[in-house]
Protein backbone atom coordinates (compact mmCIF):
# COMPACT_ATOMS: atom_id res chain seq x y z
CA UNK A 1 0.00 0.00 0.00
CA UNK A 2 2.92 2.62 1.04
CA UNK A 3 4.61 1.89 -2.40
CA UNK A 4 1.74 3.24 -4.55
CA UNK A 5 2.26 6.71 -3.08
CA UNK A 6 4.41 9.21 -4.89
CA UNK A 7 4.96 11.95 -2.16
CA UNK A 8 7.92 10.53 -0.21
CA UNK A 9 6.39 12.21 3.38
CA UNK A 10 2.71 10.63 2.77
CA UNK A 11 4.95 7.05 1.97
CA UNK A 12 7.32 7.10 4.93
CA UNK A 13 4.66 8.09 7.39
CA UNK A 14 2.04 4.74 6.03
CA UNK A 15 4.74 2.28 6.47
CA UNK A 16 5.57 3.68 9.40
CA UNK A 17 2.16 3.56 11.02
CA UNK A 18 2.75 7.63 11.54
CA UNK A 19 -0.20 8.62 9.45
CA UNK A 20 -2.76 8.06 11.48
CA UNK A 21 -3.91 4.11 10.33
CA UNK A 22 -4.24 1.38 11.99
CA UNK A 23 -1.64 -0.16 14.88
CA UNK A 24 1.54 -0.96 13.09
CA UNK A 25 2.14 -3.59 15.41
CA UNK A 26 0.15 -5.74 13.11
CA UNK A 27 2.25 -4.82 10.41
CA UNK A 28 5.86 -6.88 10.45
CA UNK A 29 7.27 -4.99 7.57
CA UNK A 30 6.32 -1.56 9.02
CA UNK A 31 7.49 -2.41 12.96
CA UNK A 32 11.10 -3.52 11.52
CA UNK A 33 11.64 -0.56 9.45
CA UNK A 34 9.37 1.74 12.47
CA UNK A 35 12.38 0.32 14.63
CA UNK A 36 15.54 0.95 12.25
CA UNK A 37 13.94 4.66 11.55
CA UNK A 38 13.80 5.32 15.35
CA UNK A 39 17.34 3.77 15.92
CA UNK A 40 18.75 5.62 12.57
CA UNK A 41 17.12 9.37 14.21
CA UNK A 42 18.63 8.46 17.10
CA UNK A 43 21.86 7.88 16.71
CA UNK A 44 22.10 10.50 13.78
CA UNK A 45 21.27 13.06 16.31
CA UNK A 46 23.53 12.14 18.83
CA UNK A 47 26.46 12.54 16.36
CA UNK A 48 26.37 16.42 16.55
CA UNK A 49 29.04 18.33 16.91
CA UNK A 50 30.48 14.94 17.73
CA UNK A 51 31.08 13.74 13.65
CA UNK A 52 29.64 17.02 12.47
CA UNK A 53 29.29 20.52 13.93
CA UNK A 54 25.51 20.68 12.09
CA UNK A 55 22.83 18.31 10.88
CA UNK A 56 23.38 19.57 6.98
CA UNK A 57 26.72 17.74 6.52
CA UNK A 58 25.41 14.15 7.93
CA UNK A 59 22.22 14.52 5.49
CA UNK A 60 24.59 15.50 2.46
CA UNK A 61 27.16 12.92 3.18
CA UNK A 62 24.44 10.38 3.13
CA UNK A 63 22.68 11.33 -0.48
CA UNK A 64 25.61 11.71 -2.04
CA UNK A 65 27.84 9.20 -0.52
CA UNK A 66 25.05 6.38 -0.12
CA UNK A 67 22.84 7.68 -2.59
CA UNK A 68 19.68 8.32 -0.54
CA UNK A 69 16.70 9.80 -1.37
CA UNK A 70 17.02 12.05 1.70
CA UNK A 71 19.26 12.14 4.27
CA UNK A 72 18.57 11.07 7.75
CA UNK A 73 16.90 14.45 9.31
CA UNK A 74 15.42 15.16 6.05
CA UNK A 75 13.41 11.79 6.96
CA UNK A 76 12.74 12.77 10.29
CA UNK A 77 11.32 15.94 9.02
CA UNK A 78 9.27 13.84 6.02
CA UNK A 79 8.07 11.79 8.97
CA UNK A 80 7.22 14.37 11.14
CA UNK A 81 9.46 15.40 14.24
CA UNK A 82 6.60 15.24 17.17
CA UNK A 83 4.72 12.18 15.81
CA UNK A 84 8.22 10.18 15.81
CA UNK A 85 9.20 11.77 19.76
CA UNK A 86 5.75 10.76 20.80
CA UNK A 87 6.04 7.34 19.69
CA UNK A 88 9.83 7.13 20.98
CA UNK A 89 7.98 8.03 24.75
CA UNK A 90 5.37 6.02 23.83
CA UNK A 91 7.37 2.73 23.75
CA UNK A 92 9.79 4.06 25.84
CA UNK A 93 12.52 4.39 23.48
CA UNK A 94 15.51 6.61 24.24
CA UNK A 95 15.01 10.60 23.52
CA UNK A 96 18.26 12.03 21.97
CA UNK A 97 18.61 14.96 23.75
CA UNK A 98 19.80 17.23 20.88
CA UNK A 99 15.88 16.74 19.19
CA UNK A 100 14.42 17.60 22.82
CA UNK A 101 16.45 20.91 22.87
CA UNK A 102 15.02 21.09 18.94
CA UNK A 103 11.52 20.78 20.12
CA UNK A 104 12.07 22.93 23.99
CA UNK A 105 12.90 26.09 21.68
CA UNK A 106 9.19 25.61 19.79
CA UNK A 107 10.21 24.37 16.18
CA UNK A 108 8.62 21.10 14.64
CA UNK A 109 11.07 20.34 12.08
CA UNK A 110 15.10 20.62 11.46
CA UNK A 111 14.61 22.36 8.33
CA UNK A 112 12.33 25.11 6.95
CA UNK A 113 11.56 26.72 3.59
CA UNK A 114 13.38 29.80 2.99
CA UNK A 115 13.44 31.34 -0.45
CA UNK A 116 15.48 34.02 0.17
CA UNK A 117 18.84 31.86 0.45
CA UNK A 118 19.98 30.51 -2.43
CA UNK A 119 19.43 27.00 -1.32
CA UNK A 120 15.66 27.72 -0.76
CA UNK A 121 15.84 26.54 2.47
CA UNK A 122 17.61 26.76 5.96
CA UNK A 123 18.33 24.01 9.02
CA UNK A 124 17.98 24.24 12.99
CA UNK A 125 21.90 25.13 14.23
CA UNK A 126 22.05 23.13 17.44
CA UNK A 127 25.17 25.20 18.32
CA UNK A 128 23.52 28.80 18.40
CA UNK A 129 19.64 27.85 18.98
CA UNK A 130 18.64 29.25 15.92
CA UNK A 131 18.00 29.31 12.12
CA UNK A 132 20.96 29.48 9.92
CA UNK A 133 20.41 29.32 5.92
CA UNK A 134 21.89 25.88 3.91
CA UNK A 135 24.93 27.13 1.98
CA UNK A 136 25.86 25.56 -1.25
CA UNK A 137 28.61 27.14 -3.76
CA UNK A 138 27.94 29.61 -5.95
CA UNK A 139 26.22 28.72 -9.12
CA UNK A 140 24.54 25.64 -8.09
CA UNK A 141 20.57 25.84 -8.13
CA UNK A 142 17.52 23.25 -8.42
CA UNK A 143 14.23 23.87 -9.72
CA UNK A 144 12.79 23.71 -6.41
CA UNK A 145 14.66 26.72 -5.58
CA UNK A 146 13.60 28.70 -8.84
CA UNK A 147 10.23 27.49 -7.90
CA UNK A 148 10.43 29.44 -4.98
CA UNK A 149 12.26 32.82 -5.56
CA UNK A 150 11.17 33.62 -9.25
CA UNK A 151 7.31 31.60 -9.37
CA UNK A 152 6.20 29.81 -11.83
CA UNK A 153 5.30 31.65 -15.34
CA UNK A 154 2.60 28.56 -16.91
CA UNK A 155 1.82 25.07 -15.82
CA UNK A 156 -0.02 21.88 -15.79
CA UNK A 157 -0.06 18.59 -14.57
CA UNK A 158 2.80 17.11 -16.32
CA UNK A 159 5.05 20.36 -16.83
CA UNK A 160 6.08 23.81 -15.60
CA UNK A 161 7.57 26.76 -17.18
CA UNK A 162 10.07 28.36 -14.94
CA UNK A 163 11.63 31.88 -14.72
CA UNK A 164 15.65 31.42 -14.05
CA UNK A 165 16.31 34.82 -14.09
CA UNK A 166 18.46 36.39 -17.18
CA UNK A 167 15.73 36.10 -19.99
CA UNK A 168 16.25 32.31 -18.98
CA UNK A 169 13.58 30.12 -18.93
CA UNK A 170 13.37 25.86 -17.77
CA UNK A 171 10.64 24.12 -18.52
CA UNK A 172 10.43 21.14 -15.90
CA UNK A 173 8.91 17.87 -16.33
CA UNK A 174 6.96 16.53 -13.25
CA UNK A 175 5.11 14.09 -14.65
CA UNK A 176 4.83 10.47 -13.53
CA UNK A 177 8.68 9.20 -14.05
CA UNK A 178 8.85 12.11 -16.34
CA UNK A 179 7.28 10.42 -18.82
CA UNK A 180 6.68 12.54 -22.39
CA UNK A 181 2.62 12.58 -22.50
CA UNK A 182 0.42 15.54 -23.81
CA UNK A 183 0.42 17.56 -20.94
CA UNK A 184 4.41 18.40 -21.62
CA UNK A 185 4.28 18.23 -25.55
CA UNK A 186 0.82 20.99 -25.24
CA UNK A 187 3.35 23.67 -22.56
CA UNK A 188 5.50 23.26 -24.94
CA UNK A 189 3.95 24.21 -27.69
CA UNK A 190 1.69 27.22 -26.03
CA UNK A 191 5.35 28.39 -24.71
CA UNK A 192 7.29 28.70 -28.15
CA UNK A 193 4.48 29.95 -30.35
CA UNK A 194 4.25 33.33 -31.23
CA UNK A 195 2.91 35.64 -28.72
CA UNK A 196 3.13 32.90 -26.01
CA UNK A 197 4.50 33.07 -22.47
CA UNK A 198 7.53 31.92 -24.21
CA UNK A 199 7.91 35.11 -25.65
CA UNK A 200 9.43 37.09 -22.50
CA UNK A 201 12.59 34.77 -22.75
CA UNK A 202 15.96 34.59 -24.85
CA UNK A 203 16.77 31.20 -23.92
CA UNK A 204 15.18 27.70 -22.58
CA UNK A 205 16.90 24.91 -20.54
CA UNK A 206 14.89 21.52 -20.25
CA UNK A 207 16.01 20.17 -16.53
CA UNK A 208 14.45 18.85 -13.37
CA UNK A 209 15.22 17.53 -9.75
CA UNK A 210 13.69 14.28 -10.08
CA UNK A 211 15.67 11.13 -10.18
CA UNK A 212 14.58 10.48 -13.60
CA UNK A 213 15.18 13.22 -16.02
CA UNK A 214 13.30 11.55 -18.74
CA UNK A 215 11.41 7.85 -19.09
CA UNK A 216 10.19 7.86 -22.51
CA UNK A 217 6.93 8.89 -23.74
CA UNK A 218 3.42 8.02 -22.54
CA UNK A 219 1.09 5.98 -25.28
CA UNK A 220 -0.67 9.01 -26.15
CA UNK A 221 1.88 11.19 -26.66
CA UNK A 222 3.33 10.41 -30.21
CA UNK A 223 -0.30 11.32 -31.68
CA UNK A 224 -0.48 14.50 -29.81
CA UNK A 225 3.04 15.34 -31.23
CA UNK A 226 2.01 15.21 -34.99
CA UNK A 227 -1.19 17.46 -34.52
CA UNK A 228 0.64 19.57 -33.07
CA UNK A 229 3.17 19.87 -35.63
Same mark, same amino acid.
Given at each position: ?7 ? +???? *? ?21 ? *? ?22 ? *? ?105 ? +? ?46 ? *? ?14
Amino acid at each position: MAKNIDDT +GARL *RTLLGLDGGAPQKADKAGAFSLG *RALRLWTYSANRVPEISDSIVEID *RAMRLGFNWELGPFELWDAAGVEATVARMKKEGKPIAANVEKLLAAGQKSWYTDDPKTASGRKYWQLATGNWQPVEVPAGVWSTTVAKKSNGVVKKNSGASLIDLGD +GVACLEFHSKMNSLGADIISLIIQSLKPGGPGDAFDAFVITNDATNFF *RGRQPDAAAHERAGR
